[in-house]
T-cell receptor, first 111, second 112 residues
Framework: DAKTTQPPSMDCAEGRAANLPCNHSTISGNEYVYWYRQIHSQGPQYIIHGLKNNETNEMASLIITEDRKSSTLILPHATLRDTAVYYC????????????FGKGTKLSVKP | DTAVSQTPKYLVTQMGNDKSIKCEQNLGHDTMYWYKQDSKKFLKIMFSYNNKELIINETVPNRFSPKSPDKAHLNLHINSLELGDSAVYFC???????????FGPGTRLTVL
């Protein structure tokens, strides 16, 4: 079972920042937080991951709280093409790379 | 220069038939995976495979079997298809462990 909790849906205005929350209150010290997204009818796509520190790449920023019990994925300037289901996944080294998907958050970016 | 490709994209077949879905990756990855996404959109791991180890999700019926002719391919064979096998099947690959996974475009299987 997924070890994360996400809101089922969110809306965001085009051009604004999209902030997607994720709770992972039972996360262990060696577990990473990963984010993937699935645009309609496509395969999931990796976005970003982190352990303790905040991370940023060309797609998004990941903010992890100091106690690591929650995190927020930030899309700084959402576009219509960012409409997708976003999955927050906790992963532990040695798990044979398996991804355990939860229900995710359906983000709708509106004009 | 598609990274992870799957064929066919759509597959419609009758109950009881045996079918295969092919997956190829040109990324030089060591590990490949099969996931199933059902009608409720839940994505679940079916298999994880590299040249050393096959990890099977215990909930997967033994009618499903992965076959890897070489490191770049992991095909999914399904025997005696059932209505409940209707789903979208995604192949993925990575270097192993926590490395990011690259997913294929999916194969939509419909069993009539």
């Amino acid at each position: 079972d997924a070890k994360t909790t996400q809101p089922p849906s969110m809306d965001c205005a085009e051009g604004r920042a999209a902030n997607l929350p994720c709770n992972h209150s039972t996360i262990s010290g060696n577990e990473y937080v990963y984010w993937y997204r699935q645009i309609h009818s496509q395969g999931p796509q990796y976005i970003i991951h982190g352990l303790k520190n905040n991370e940023t790449n060309e797609m998004a920023s990941l903010i992890i709280t100091e106690d690591r019990k929650s995190s927020t994925l930030i899309l700084p300037h959402a576009t219509l093409r960012d409409t997708a289901v976003y999955y927050c996944i906790v992963r532990v080294p040695g798990s044979q790379g398996i991804l355990i998907f939860g229900k995710g958050t359906k983000l709708s970016v509106k004009p | 220069d598609t990274a992870v490709s799957q064929t066919p994209k759509y597959l419609v077949t009758q109950m009881g038939n045996d079918k295969s879905i092919k997956c190829e990756q040109n990324l030089g990855h060591d590990t490949m995976y099969w996931y199933k996404q059902d009608s409720k959109k839940f994505l679940k791991i079916m298999f994880s495979y590299n040249n050393k180890e096959l990890i099977i999700n215990e909930t997967v019926p033994n009618r499903f079997s992965p076959k890897s002719p070489d490191k770049a391919h992991l095909n999914l064979h399904i025997n005696s298809l059932e209505l409940g096998d209707s789903a979208v099947y995604f192949c993925a690959s990575n270097l192993g462990g926590l490395d990011e996974q690259f997913f294929g475009p999916g194969t939509r299987l419909t069993v009539l």
